[in-house]
């Protein structure tokens, strides 16, 4: 692997872990993803967002929170999913992951 490859990997490596740590308010979380509160609200209802906190001034939003907003978002204005549809693209994509995870570990 050449010095820019692992230079590139550290840094997507050092995000991941900055990345879990994060914690943020709905204001926050709407800010980062350029999306508005009503429709962060109806990704928390339909399973899109996970949520700790009872009402939309107390939700706190993990890390992965924030990549699977952006995602969503990106899903809504590029590509014109609905909400359901961003939560099955969404879940779809997480199987896969786990998918590529379990497979890699069994190749060893």
Known sequence: ??????????????GAVVEEEVELTLVELC???GSEREQV?????EGVLE?????????RF????????????SFMRELEVNV???ALA?????????LRSQLQRLRG
Request: net charge negative; proline share 5%; with cysteine.
């Open 1 to 14: 692997m050449d010095k820019g490859t692992g230079d590139t990997m550290a840094n997507v490596l050092r």
């Open 84 to 86: 359901p549809g961003v």
């Open 41 to 45: 609200v109806r990704w928390v209802g």
């Open 31 to 33: 800010q980062a993803c």
């Open 90 to 98: 969404l879940d779809l994509l997480d199987e896969i992951e786990a």
């Open 62 to 73: 993990r890390g992965p929170a924030l990549r699977r907003a952006r995602l969503a978002a």
């Open 51 to 59: 949520v700790s906190g009872d009402a939309p001034d107390e939700w």
